[in-house]
């Protein structure tokens, strides 16, 4: 009985179906297929299916729980992070950031290697004042990588500070090379600033106004010495390299003799006028004298009357025959004169053409 029993078991054994014994023997390949489908992972759903296994060979997947997250909600969720809600999202993307400006030409060209002026805001005041495409011009670079200093930092547009950089690494740098030095600073006395012209209220908007001048007033040399534009001891041969090298470079020249609020500095813009027309008002004044012309000195009271110095001869004659000698000197002068103007046409003028005639005959000899 025993053995039939046994015998009985072992062939029971594989008539059993396959997915019970791995149901209940935990086959590796049930780990591999865990781990595809998570969801028969359900805690409930083995012991369930344990109970259910003879019976059904494939499963179903259990009903979802009540009190489990619904699926229509997570899908929102997932929606939201996928693509953005009619919300914030869309409300920032309907202002459209404003177009970046692109950089100018000048802008462009105006580099670290020419000058150190960064860009600043453009300026909308009243009036028209302000301007585009500024910059705050703190030094200009030299070719050779020295700096020269605007003092103080000069508000500019680009193709004035341009303008300016050029004419001060073109003209002046080489000017004060050949006078042994180099420039060091550029003395601003006045960039931009919303006024009229000559700081006359209700005049039209200067070119200051329009960020568009530059007044300067000197230069620094490395040395420590200082050459005033405007300073008459200053060697007029440099001064006048300074005025005909800004005259090219400059639509306005205004200094000395412009008018007299130019009387201290130069000022200088790029005003465009009909035709080009350009203005180059600086008069080069020549230096004062050392010492003022004299004027005549008052009359000491204890002086002499003024008879006694007239005339040297005059001391000879008495003061009673003074009306007569004068008379007579007169009359003597008078004859010496006639007596000259007799010897010269006495002296015959043929004398002299054969005196002529010999100098040349000794020349070509
Ligand atoms: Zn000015």
Same mark, same amino acid.
């Given at each position: 009985m025993v053995t039939v029993a046994v015998a009985a078991i072992l062939i029971g054994m594989p008539v059993e179906p396959a997915w019970a014994a791995k149901r209940s023997r935990a086959a590796p390949w049930d780990d591999l297929f865990r781990h595809l489908s998570? @969801?028969? @992972?359900? *805690?409930?759903r083995p012991t369930a299916r344990r109970a259910a296994a003879p019976v059904l060979p494939v499963p179903l997947p259990k009903p979802r729980?009540?009190?489990?997250?619904s699926a229509e909600r997570d899908k929102p969720d997932k929606e939201q992070l996928a693509s953005p809600p009619n919300g914030k999202p869309d409300q920032q993307a309907?202002?459209?950031?404003?177009p970046t400006p692109q950089p100018s030409a000048c802008r462009l060209a105006l580099t670290d290697q020419v000058a150190i002026a960064p860009s600043i805001p453009d300026i909308k005041g009243a009036d028209g004042c302000g301007g585009e /495409?500024?910059?705050?011009?703190?030094a200009i670079v030299l070719p050779d990588k020295r700096r020269v200093s605007v003092k103080p930092a000069a508000i500019l547009r680009c193709t004035m500070a341009s303008a300016l950089a050029e004419w001060i690494r073109s003209d002046i740098a080489p000017l004060a090379e050949r006078l042994g030095s180099s420039i060091s600073d550029?003395?601003?006395? /006045?960039?931009?600033?919303?006024? *009229? @012209?000559?700081?006359?209220? *209700?005049? @039209?908007?200067?070119?200051h106004g329009r960020a568009n001048a530059l007044d300067v007033r000197a230069f620094k040399f490395a040395d420590g010495s200082l050459i005033s534009?405007?300073?008459?001891?200053?060697?007029r041969g440099l001064r006048e390299s300074v005025l005909h090298s800004a005259c090219k470079r400059f639509s306005t020249v205004l200094g000395p *003799?412009?008018?007299?609020?130019h009387e201290d500095h130069i000022h200088l813009d790029l005003m465009e006028r009909r035709g080009n027309y350009r203005i180059c008002q600086w008069d080069v004044w020549d230096p004062?004298?050392? +010492?003022a012309p004299l004027l005549p000195a008052e009359r000491p009271d204890?002086?002499?009357?003024r008879e006694v110095v007239? +005339?040297?001869?005059?001391? +000879?004659?008495d003061a009673k025959s003074g009306a007569k000698s004068d008379a007579k000197s007169d009359a003597e002068l008078d004859a010496e004169k006639s007596n000259a103007e007799k010897t010269e046409e006495a002296e015959p003028p043929r004398e002299e053409k054969p005196a002529k005639k010999k100098r040349r005959q000794n020349r070509r000899s």
């Open positions: 998570p @969801r028969e @992972r359900g *805690g409930p729980p009540s009190e489990a997250p309907v202002p459209a950031p404003p /495409d500024l910059v705050r011009l703190e550029l003395d601003n006395f /006045d960039s931009f600033e919303c006024r *009229g @012209r000559n700081r006359i209220v *209700g005049a @039209r908007l200067s070119e534009l405007t300073d008459r001891t200053v060697p *003799g412009s008018d007299w609020y004062l004298p050392q +010492k204890e002086a002499p009357p007239a +005339k040297p001869g005059d001391a +000879k004659s």
